[in-house]
């Protein structure tokens, strides 16, 4: 029997019918974590039990009927509470994680007890395949909007969770959803991240994955919507205002190295087109897909989208009619500011509004990119 991975931290495993891989995975883990490790069956009808009942000194958990994911981590952390665990570190059934990768988890969390260590995938192998590399991207850029916390791996299932802080937290989802939600309210909760590569595997004919792209999918979309509707109404207002977060998150993105100034003034220069577009209600729909396809800077551009928040719209409004106005000769409408802007004034005008629209996005989306280049060099020199 292995030792312990140290005090206080051992291996949750949920599992549902991966009776093909579950024994390989179970030995190696005990190989490294000892008796201190918790299975929960989640409703499994293949041959799991049978498995679970040949091997000795291990922790089970059977939950009757198969209730997702979400659920069965629950499960196992309420029972390593009363195990005494302050960390559980979780690893899949399907052996797409390496045991191996366990003390390394461990030490992660010796180093911060109170850190959510994530065990970070390499998604740039060539047998990962396309949909969950396009998913883990997907997750990483929502976990960023919702939190402003950036992680390489956010889908991931090789983690390190600390107990105490997750009792203090509560969730809605039970299936797929449960683990993005949590991560994100840990975060909300000011719990610190660390990141640990890890390796995997996916080629394999005895993997088995239950994640239906199409339900599994659309219920984590409808997490984050439910996410980011509450970082918009809540966390991001109480943070930025109260915290001073917004000069810290966007001084930390105009110092990543990696990116060029180029890159960060693109960004800036952007976010301002797409916010003065004249396509109100469908900027960010139509920005942020285009921001990544564009491998620019989310934050700094999401940023700079705001320009077209409620005090400076009629501003937007009235400069896109006198942009406008030189393309419409005599037709023409010469709009006061402090009177003629209602909805009827644009309705009537529609035509040198929406040319005007264009025009000052494209100028103003210029002149955000040349200004923020210029001042941007000599704040990264320093």
């Known amino acids: 029997m292995g030792v312990s991975l140290g005090p206080g931290i051992g291996v949750l495993i949920p599992t549902y019918n991966n009776a093909v891989t579950l024994e390989s995975v179970l030995r190696h883990v005990i190989s490294y974590a000892g008796p201190h490790v918790i299975v929960v069956d989640d409703g499994s009808t293949d041959g799991t039990a049978n498995i679970l ?14 209730k997702g994911k979400g659920n069965a981590l629950r499960t196992g952390f309420a029972e390593a509470r009363k195990l005494g665990w302050t960390h559980a570190i979780t690893i899949d059934s399907d052996a797409q994680h390496d045991p191996a990768d366990l003390p390394a988890m461990a030490r992660a969390v010796v180093e911060d007890l109170s850190a959510m260590v994530m065990g970070a995938r390499d998604m740039g192998k060539s047998e990962i395949p396309g949909k969950s590399s396009f998913g883990n991207k ?19 299932g090789y983690r390190a969770w600390p107990l105490e802080p997750l009792s203090k937290i509560r969730t809605i989802s039970d299936r797929f959803g449960f683990e993005v939600e949590s991560i994100v309210k840990l975060a909300w909760n000011d719990t610190p991240f660390k990141v640990v590569p890890v390796s995997v595997r996916y080629d394999f004919p005895e993997r088995v994955s239950h994640f239906d792209p199409l339900k599994d999918f659309s219920r984590v979309s409808l997490t984050n919507t439910y996410l980011v509707t509450v970082a918009l109404l809540w966390y991001w207002p109480k943070h930025l205002l109260f915290k001073g977060g917004l000069v ?6 105009f110092q990543r190295p990696e990116e060029s100034s180029w890159r960060k003034a693109l960004s800036i220069g952007f ?22 396809a564009l491998r620019l800077n989310r934050v700094l551009f999401i940023t700079a989208a705001n320009i077209s928040i409620p005090p400076l719209i009629p501003l937007i409004i009235y400069g896109s009619y006198k942009a406008g106005a030189p393309f419409m000769g005599e037709n023409a409408v010469d709009l006061h500011f402090s009177r003629d802007i209602t909805l009827s004034a644009i309705w009537e005008s529609l035509q040198q509004y929406l040319i005007g629209g264009v025009v000052l996005a494209v100028a103003m989306g210029v002149l955000g990119t040349v200004v923020t280049f210029v001042l941007l060099r000599p704040f990264r020199g320093k």
């Open 248 to 253: 810290r998150i966007l001084k930390a993105e």
């Open 271 to 292: 976010g301002f087109f797409m916010g003065i577009l004249p396509i109100w209600g469908f900027q960010l729909m139509v920005g942020i897909p285009s921001a990544l």
């Open 53 to 66: 009942s040949s091997v000795e000194g291990i922790c089970v958990v059977s939950i009757p009927v198969n």
């Open 138 to 156: 997907f997750s990483n850029f929502w976990f960023l909007v919702e939190t402003g916390i950036r992680l390489p791996d956010t889908q991931t």
